[in-house]
């Protein structure tokens, strides 16, 4: 009886652990299951979690000529791109005596906000001229760009991998935990 109260109790231990890791990185409490018993149920609604923030440079340059006639525009724009985690499609954390099981989506870009923007040339044709609709087509290209850039770059695979470190460290057990990313449709 006596072992059997003192796995419980390492178990709940275990879990107030996790709980605490989860409130101290996300400011979130998720849904605990202590041997498929709910112990905890989410209690904050928080949407996205973002973990890494990431500085990102781009530069476009659109040239038109017309009847020997050209016109530039060179855009350079910087933007902070965050990645992280939806918390819409779920987050889950089983304790189990043999293991510590973590379900969360997979980590996507969660927003990108210009920050600073550059004109490096604007430059008139002598009849083939800069129009309102030019410098808005050039403008709504430059965060496709970052977005691009931070995808090759992996951002959302560093966000895994942040993730994984800081609960590793929070969560102080010697029971395995597992990170399983669930699969749902991708919303980049």
Same mark, same amino acid.
Not at 51 to 67: A, D
Not at 84 to 91: A, E, I, N, T
């Given at each position: 009886?006596?072992?059997?109260?003192?796995?419980?109790?390492?178990?709940? *231990?275990?879990?107030?652990?996790?709980?605490?890791?989860?409130?101290?990185?996300?400011?979130?409490? !998720?849904?605990?299951?202590?041997?498929?018993?709910?112990?905890?149920?989410?209690?904050?609604?928080?949407?996205?979690?973002?973990?890494?923030? *990431?500085?990102?440079? &781009?530069?476009?340059?659109?040239?038109?000529?017309?009847?020997?006639?050209?016109?530039? &525009?060179?855009?350079?724009?910087?933007? =902070?791109?965050?990645?992280?985690?939806?918390?819409?499609?779920?987050?889950?954390?089983?304790?189990? !005596?043999?293991?510590?099981?973590?379900?969360?989506?997979?980590?996507?870009?969660?927003?990108?906000?210009?920050?600073?923007?550059?004109?490096?040339?604007?430059?008139?044709?002598?009849?083939?001229?800069?129009?309102?609709?030019?410098?808005?087509?050039?403008?709504?290209?430059? !965060?496709?760009? =970052? *977005?691009?850039?931070?995808?090759?770059?992996?951002? !959302?695979?560093?966000?895994? *991998?942040?993730?994984?470190? /800081?609960?590793? /460290?929070?969560?102080?057990?010697?029971?395995?935990?597992?990170?399983?990313?669930?699969?749902?449709?991708?919303?980049?």
């Amino acid at each position: 009886m006596r072992t059997a109260h003192q796995g419980v109790s390492e178990a709940e *231990r275990v879990a107030a652990d996790v709980k605490d890791a989860f409130v101290s990185i996300a400011h979130l409490q !998720p849904r605990i299951t202590v041997n498929d018993r709910v112990y905890l149920e989410q209690t904050t609604p928080t949407s996205e979690f973002a973990v890494v923030s *990431r500085r990102v440079e &781009v530069e476009h340059e659109f040239i038109h000529s017309w009847l020997g006639s050209s016109k530039r &525009v060179k855009l350079h724009g910087t933007f =902070a791109v965050k990645a992280g985690f939806d918390l819409r499609q779920g987050l889950a954390v089983d304790v189990r !005596p043999g293991e510590i099981i973590i379900q969360v989506p997979h980590a996507q870009l969660l927003g990108i906000e210009q920050e600073h923007l550059d004109v490096l040339a604007f430059e008139n044709g002598l009849w083939n001229r800069i129009s309102a609709d030019d410098v808005q087509n050039e403008l709504s290209i430059l !965060p496709q760009l =970052a *977005r691009e850039k931070a995808l090759a770059s992996n951002l !959302p695979g560093e966000a895994e *991998r942040s993730l994984q470190q /800081q609960l590793e /460290q929070r969560i102080r057990t010697a029971q395995p935990l597992r990170l399983i990313y669930t699969t749902a449709a991708k919303s980049d």
